[in-house]
């Protein structure tokens, strides 16, 4: 009896069993039926990079091994090219016989070519004297404006590209401090401290031969030509170029230091003096970011003061990529041999070192100087260059005639190529394999289904396979080079083998690695653009005379304990906040809220530019605190700049802002803007804001993934949302912006940039408030039909609500997406790896059935400038206005900037014509510009923010609650139109 | 008889210039409470019959301010539900926990005391640091919640925490008791610590048998002082949850979930410049905070009874 009780509870229990596991067993169904859909629609994909078509340089040069270098030059006059225009784009490239140029200060002619446009090709003919290797040169006047001069290099009329470098060869430009206006030698603010000069091109023309900018190859490209008539062709890339001459010279041979020391010439003079040569005193450098730099953290520093920020140093974290350049002058007394030595800092590559190549007066004096090591230490350095032996350091002697000199440094990755190069190839494997087991997978794979990758992907254990075996070599040939050097990069490639190798060895799980596998690919793929930034500081250089010792400034502890008492009294004496000495009531009062580096630009534009054209005195300080508190205390500014979206109308209506109208120029004014980019600034008639900065959303998409899954840029929602389909198909996702709303974006922004909701409306001509301006116009039928569309794109398409999109299109799961324009700052200068690979299109559009034509428009957002109403200075602060948002300034403030902080210190100016002076490549600028022609701004009314707010909670409660779009529009509107109401009476 | 008088009179004198150095030391304090407490207090009492908006002249307006708010302002109805809400569940919870963790870390030795309250301690000073919440909980897929969920399966698609407001509520309630070990909880351990040994013993002899029957006799009623302004801190904060929950659920949280009466202010006032109808909204909150903290010296003076 009992045991078949027992019997009966065991069966049963078996059967609960079996039921509870049911459920995990329906998940796994769930998932079945698509896969299976997927196995039979398209065979798995393998991914191509743009470059396979290409031969790497690498690869081409290995062709010539054996060829010899070439002995002499030829060279061509710039105008005896041939024009081929484009097809497709307007360009003209005009022959100019004597133009004049200017060449180191004197003035010259040369037979030049004007290229205007630069679209299309131009073809020289050239007579090669022997069969050789030769460099490339061009002898050229660059834009005034814009990026480095690109251009493409074709021979004997192939269309094929010898190499993959020879496609855009980027020539960079020289760039000088600009002179300051009072003589001083740097500029200063009214308590002492110096300001970094801005730089301009020095205008005169420039040699450059083509080198690889990536860095791999460390020499100059080397092109084989044989003996004979060759026809070039220079294939235009859109940059505007002035071209005097062009060759192909003779690569440039070096010594070695052995054979370039002659022991007889060296003479002993140890009571000459050294001869100085300031870091700060930069005279040409090839990159507007090589600006000199302040650094009062040392008593060594030369010069240097306790109580004042003094320009003292040059590179840093900007002097850091393949190729930059900076070029100093100098002069000998005494011929002879001197040592060379540097005051450096180099505290970034840990453990590391960071390479530079020196040339004196343009020539590499011997082969060692290609690679003069700057050693990594947390301190400041006094080092003497020569050869290491273990410990001990021989010092090089360079020797110098007496008369005027130039010395260079080049950044140059020197024996970090190889590994370079390598490492890149071997990352671009692993995260094309990624991409492809994430089509299948999705980023989260089901632990518990066996996709069986390698069967899905046929190149999957080969790729991986060779990659471990990449990565083995890789990390041996490091180690033997480098000793200690690297260890933590080393720790990330052994961890990638590890995953790798774990992948292989369960190839039937191998799916639940993929999260991990991911982190350590993301690891070294960021490690590979860290890998070449190779920043050096240099205080002073000295050469010092045979027998000498370098006499550098070398305080005691007393010294330095003195100088930093001092600084640390300073600290409590110093007015930080104040830039201008001028008080009292002439002075305009201006208050911005930014960093320091944005400040000190602006102030120095504002003392060299407007106070000596106007003669107005402004006085600049950084406050942060709302102009309402200053109202209310009596302490307030006349100008305010980059005003929030909607606080021009709300602060304008309630009194605090003037009526901008009453100008009579004001229109002149709006007209170097984008047309309608002031509608938000409006209200009853009263301007009370001019623009100065303006945004606007553009699609981002990653052109290699299209290309591989077959699809077009889309121009229609219908075309997006198939595009989508498939993308999602493959386990990959799309982004549709959708902003989160705190107390930042619903006061700043404006709805225009938070999501496509008003973007959607315009293109269906539907405005977001009524005419009188008294209510919204989002419940009528169209616009809830509009208002469906955008939040189906959530509920029915499973569209993303939050999501990283800079990262996701980085790793390439999020292919396509919507994003500010500004997202393009963050996409080329941090994500490296993705370069090329990478487009920008215009928002897609609707397509009215009616006329055919598709209606691009697309929402704005941005900032305006307005004056205080309450200011005795209404005049003055107008005359500020319009010369704050001129053209002129506005290039000048925002490449200032960039060349202290880089790509993301851009700003967005809403001023058209210095929007196109920065520094976009030709290609990008067009399609800005062309989305930018296409924008609309929303208007601004009281109570606007409750627009905002209301369209907000109706699309939350539509996602959330699966409410009807209808009455959900409907109960929001309500709620919005009343506060309207509300807010107008108040102040009417 | 006027000897007595005057002797009284004296004494009464003596006394007040005793206390005149206690004064002369307290005034500091007394001229600022003063002045930015005290007075702030009564303007914004003023200020609530008015219509305001900090760049004109205040408008009187009589009751109007009261009267939108208690029938017009549905939003109001709504913050006041979730301050209640917090109030009654963050606020008792969080006293509780603050006596209950200080009770038990009370027992470790004074190396381990010092790391578990160091511990328990810093959430409440580390008021910037909601945004670990915010990964925790974002709605992308790759935050921290919602890919744990997506690979083991329990959901598909990420979901949107901090903006769907059955989970918000509960997500700011747990943050905010996360944060709320602050000052409350270091006065009862110190309050705990100062309970004399003697006690405890004498309680034993006296026949106290479990610790239960020793937490009610002898911990509590010597604790009450601490509990008191423990309490009162308690309650101050649950009242004045909105810093977290603007923080991670966005300003206005959907569908106004977790907005409370403090953020429903910082709204009108900062946002759509009612100046005078947010000062009505701080007097209304004034007199809540008031009459609950009434309500629970009440309750505690009956402990130990």
Known sequence: ?988 | MSNSKSISKLRRKDAFLEQLPLVGMLSPFLIFFLLFTIIPIFSSIALSFTSYDLLSTPKFLGIGNYERMFVFDDVFGIVVKNTLVFAIIAGPIGFLLAFVLAWFVNEFSPAVRTVLSFMFYTPSLVGGGLFIWQVLFSGDAYGYLNSMLLSVGLITDPITWLKTPQYLMPIVIIVQLWQSMGVSFLSNISGLQNIGDELYEAGAIDGIRSRWQELRFITLPQMKNMLLFSAVMQIQSSFSVSSIAIELAGFPSTQYAVDTIVSHMADMATVRFEYGYASAIAVILFIMMAGTRMLIGKVLSLIGK
């Not at chain 1, 003037?658 to 938000?680: H, S």
Request: with cysteine; aromatic share 12%; glycine share 6%.
């Open chain 1, 1 to 988: 009896m009992r045991k078949n009780l027992l019997k009966l509870i065991a069966v049963l229990g078996c059967l609960a069993v079996a039921i509870t596991s049911l459920p995990f067993g329906a998940f796994a169904d769930n998932e079945a039926p698509a896969a299976d859909l997927q196995a039979q629609s398209n065979a798995p994909l393998v991914l191509q990079s743009d470059d396979d078509e290409l031969t790497p340089y690498k690869n081409y040069l290995a062709q010539f091994s054996s060829a010899k270098q070439a002995t002499t030059d030829v060279y061509i006059d710039g105008a005896a090219g041939v024009f081929v225009p484009s097809n497709s784009k307007e360009s003209t490239a005009e022959a100019k016989n004597n133009y004049a140029v200017k060449v180191k200060a004197k003035d010259e002619t040369r037979n030049v070519l004007d290229w205007v446009g630069g679209y299309g090709s131009v073809k020289y003919t050239v007579d090669v004297p022997e069969d050789a290797l030769y460099n490339f040169y061009i002898e050229f006047l660059p834009p005034e404006v814009g990026v480095n001069v690109e251009l493409g290099i074709l021979f004997d009329g192939q269309t094929e590209y010898l190499f993959d470098g020879a496609e855009s060869m980027e020539f960079s430009r020289d760039w000088v401090n600009v002179p300051t206006v009072d003589g001083k030698k740097w500029r200063e603010d009214a308590n002492g401290n110096q300001i970094a000069p801005e730089q301009q091109l020095t205008g005169e023309l420039v040699e450059r031969r083509a080198t690889d900018d990536t860095g791999v190859a460390v020499e100059p490209y080397l092109f084989y030509l044989t003996k004979g008539t060759h026809e070039i062709t220079l294939v235009g890339l859109g940059h505007n170029v002035v071209i005097s001459k062009i060759g192909f010279t003779a690569p440039e041979q070096t010594i070695s230091y052995k054979e370039y020391f002659d022991q007889s010439k060296l003479t002993e003079n140890a009571e000459a003096a050294d001869i100085v040569i300031q870091g700060e005193d930069a005279a040409v450098k090839n990159d507007n970011s090589l600006i000199p730099k302040t650094n009062n953290g040392s008593n060594d520093m030369i010069p240097v003061d306790p109580y004042l920020t003094l320009i003292n140093n040059i590179g840093g974290t900007s002097w850091q990529s393949v190729g930059q350049k900076i070029e100093w002058n100098f002069t000998v007394e005494n011929a002879g041999y001197y040592q060379f030595s540097a005051r450096y800092k180099q505290s970034d590559v840990v453990n590391g070192e960071s390479w530079r190549w020196l040339k004196i007066d343009g020539k590499t004096p011997f082969t060692e100087a290609k690679s003069l090591n700057f050693s990594y230490d947390t301190q400041w350095q006094n080092y003497v260059f020569g050869e290491k032996d273990g410990k001990k350091v021989t010092p090089y002697y360079i020797w110098l005639e007496a008369g005027e000199h130039t010395i260079s440094l080049e950044v140059t990755l020197n024996e970090l190529a190889d590994a370079y190069d390598r490492l890149f190839n071997i990352v671009e494997a692993i995260g094309d394999m990624y991409l492809q087991i994430v089509m299948i997978t999705s980023e989260t794979p089901d632990v518990n289904r066996s996709y069986e990758l390698f069967r899905q992907i046929p190149t999957f254990t080969e790729t991986l396979e060779n990659a471990s075996k990449d990565l083995k070599a890789l990390v041996k040939d490091i180690q033997e080079s480098t000793g200690a050097r690297g260890s933590q990069y080393i720790a990330a490639m052994n961890n990638m083998d590890r995953v790798i190798n774990q992948m292989l060895d369960a190839p039937f799980i191998a799916h639940i690695y993929v999260s991990d596998y991911y982190s350590n690919y993301t690891t070294l793929s960021s490690w590979l653009s860290e890998m070449k930034k190779l920043p050096v500081t240099i205080d002073e250089m000295r050469f010092t005379p045979a027998g000498g010792k370098a006499d550098y400034k070398k305080s005691n502890i007393f010294q330095n304990f003195g100088y930093e008492a001092v600084r640390l009294y300073s600290s409590f004496v110093n007015d930080y906040t104040l830039y201008n000495e001028e008080d009292g009531e002439e002075a305009l009062k201006l208050w911005v809220n930014w960093g320091r580096d944005q400040t000190m630009a602006l102030n120095s534009l504002v003392q060299d530019s407007f106070v000596k054209e106007k003669g107005i005195n402004v006085n600049l300080q950084i406050v942060s605190c709302s102009l309402i508190n200053g109202l209310l205390a009596n302490n307030f500014p006349d100008v305010q700049l980059y005003l929030s979206r909607t606080a021009p109308v709300n602060y304008g209506m309630r009194g605090a802002l003037l009526d901008l109208t009453q100008f009579d120029d004001y229109k002149e004014v709006l007209k170097q803007f984008n047309e309608g980019a002031d509608i938000p600034y409006w209200y009853n008639g009263a301007l009370y804001a001019i623009p100065d900065s303006q945004g606007f959303m553009c699609m981002f998409y990653r052109t290699d993934v299209f290309e591989d899954l077959g699809l077009s840029v889309p121009n229609t929602w219908e075309e997006f949302l198939y595009c989508a389909t498939i993308i999602q198909r493959y386990n990959m996702d799309v982004y549709v912006p959708y902003t989160q709303i705190t107390t930042a974006t619903t006061v700043d922004a404006g709805i225009g940039g938070l999501h496509l909701y008003p973007t959607m409306l315009m293109q269906n001509n539907l405005p977001i408030y009524n005419e009188e301006g008294n209510a919204t116009n989002i419940n009528n039928v169209r616009a809830i039909q509009v208002f469906e569309e955008w939040t189906e794109m959530y509920t029915d398409y499973g569209y993303q609500k939050q999501a990283d999109f800079y990262n996701r299109l980085r790793n390439g799961s999020m292919p396509l997406g919507i994003a500010g324009y500004s997202t393009y700052f963050t996409i080329y200068s941090a994500a490296p790896e993705i370069d090329g690979r990478w487009a920008i299109a215009n928002v897609p559009g609707t397509l009215d059935p009616e006329t055919g034509e598709i209606n691009r428009a697309t929402a704005g957002s941005g900032s305006g400038a307005g004056i205080v109403k309450a200011s005795s200075h209404h005049e003055e602060a107008w005359e500020f206005l319009k010369w704050w948002t001129s053209a002129e300034i506005q290039t000048r403030y925002s490449n200032n900037v960039e060349s202290i902080l880089g790509l993301l210190g851009r700003s967005t100016p809403s001023n058209v014509e210095a929007f196109n002076n920065l520094g976009w490549d030709p290609a990008d600028l067009e399609a800005l510009n062309e989305q930018w022609s296409h924008v609309q701004e929303v208007p601004e009314v009281p109570g606007s923010y409750y627009t905002t707010r209301a369209v907000d909670q109706a699309y939350w409660s539509v996602i959330n609650d699966g409410i009807n779009a209808k009455d959900a529009i409907n109960k929001w509107s309500l709620v919005a139109d009343n506060e309207i109401k509300r807010k107008i009476e108040e102040y009417s």
